[in-house]
């Protein structure tokens, strides 16, 4: 049967008299009604019950990227009102206190780690009282996961300088040299449209709720393994979150900064287990990520870089050193000091060539206590 001249193209039913099909514009423009009209009545229902789901540690800042969540109470971190790992603290210097303040990334946060104890900062206050038993030492933990050298200077310029640390311990070096993000380096994309709507984002709750569920369904262990292997993407392809010159800069910035205010820094470089070459680190870290050992060295190439910068700093501002990169390499570097995970379906992971374990950080802040700038501060300024 041959279709009538106004049927509806592959139907052969005629529309009804005087109604038009609504063009594909006007569909999509009703779902994006819907779909923002379920997204505010979901996020007021949630709201409204009262529901806390704090999915994460870490909240976006449209400046920072992100921050430590205010408030957050987790299985193993405490962050403070003020965004430190922590318990409170007040602005202002109790008399004869020693202000010690540890900015870095997650080896300074202590993410991976069982306990809170376990952290670098707080094994450095252990550190620090049973070198020092007549002096009190106040240590804050700066740490943030994934945090640049970039967003450690915004960070100190902005907030953590008004704390008056007498003592800024320094601690980047890994994430500098992660893959770019999508909008460019860490100072390009800071400050944009783009992570203006991502911190905005980030304060709902029907947002936190799909990521702490994306979180359950990838796991930790599979978090790490990601990081792993933007690191080889980041060499291969040289574009970096901070480049070397910008990573430079930034330590200089933060030295003169806290040296203004009355303080003094200590830069640490970062010990790798890929400097147990291509004998041990290098093929551990190769099988963990399914790559080849020529890309994991090309990471350890370019990480090699980032601490040599470290030392020149250290050197052209006069800035108090702990090369704990070398410092390691001089006793082994032993596996037992950095973490690794437990073993799944009956098979060991290779170990992480990232973060310490606890014995390791418990290493570091040793080497950090005993670094001049503890010994020849005075507690009052």
């Not at 640049?148 to 008056?164: D, K, M, P, T, V």
Request: include cysteine; charged fraction near 25%.
């Amino acid at each position: 049967m041959t279709p009538k001249l106004h049927d509806a193209p592959g139907t052969g039913e005629a529309p009804p008299p005087g109604k038009k099909r609504p063009s594909a514009r006007r569909k999509l423009l009703l779902s994006a009604v819907a779909l923002v009209f379920s997204f505010v009545v979901a996020e007021g229902l949630l709201h409204v019950a009262g529901i806390e789901i704090m999915a994460d540690r870490l909240v976006r800042d449209p400046v920072l990227g992100w921050r430590n969540r205010p408030g957050y109470v987790g299985e193993t971190f405490r962050v403070n009102s003020r965004g430190f790992l922590g318990p409170e603290l007040e602005l202002e210097k109790a008399p004869g206190v020693v202000r010690v303040v540890c900015l870095g990334d997650s080896c300074t946060a202590g993410d991976l780690l069982d306990a809170p104890d376990q952290t670098y900062p707080r094994q450095l206050a252990s550190a620090l009282a049973e070198r020092y038993p007549t002096r009190t030492f106040e240590v804050i933990n700066a740490g943030v996961g994934s945090y640049s050298s970039f967003q450690g200077r915004a960070w100190l310029e902005q907030e953590l300088i008004h704390l008056r640390p007498n003592v800024l311990v320094v601690y980047f070096g890994w994430n500098d040299h992660w893959s770019a993000r999508a909008g460019g380096t860490d100072r390009k994309v800071s400050g944009s449209a783009v992570e203006r709507v991502r911190a905005w984002l980030g304060w709902s709750k029907v947002v936190q709720l799909f990521v702490r569920a994306w979180r359950q369904v990838r796991g930790r262990r599979a978090a790490v393994a990601v990081e792993r292997g933007d690191a080889i993407g980041a060499a291969a392809t040289g574009k970096l979150r901070v480049p070397v010159g910008e990573y430079e800069g930034n330590l200089k910035a933060m030295v003169e900064l806290v040296r203004r205010k009355g303080g003094q820094a200590i830069l640490l470089t970062a010990a790798s287990y890929l400097e147990l070459g291509t004998k041990r680190g290098i093929p551990d870290v190769a099988e963990s990520l399914g790559g080849d050992a020529s890309a994991v060295q090309a990471v350890n190439r370019v990480h090699r870089q980032y601490n040599e910068r470290v030392r020149e700093v250290a050197q052209a501002t006069g800035a108090c050193l702990v090369d704990v990169a070398r410092l390691f390499e001089s006793e082994g570097m032993p596996q037992r000091l950095f973490w690794r995970p437990a073993p799944q379906g009956g098979k060991a992971i290779p170990i992480d060539f990232i973060h310490l374990s606890p014995e390791g950080y418990g290493r570091l802040a040793r080497y950090v206590a005993q670094a001049p700038p503890f010994a020849n501060t005075p507690p009052e300024r």
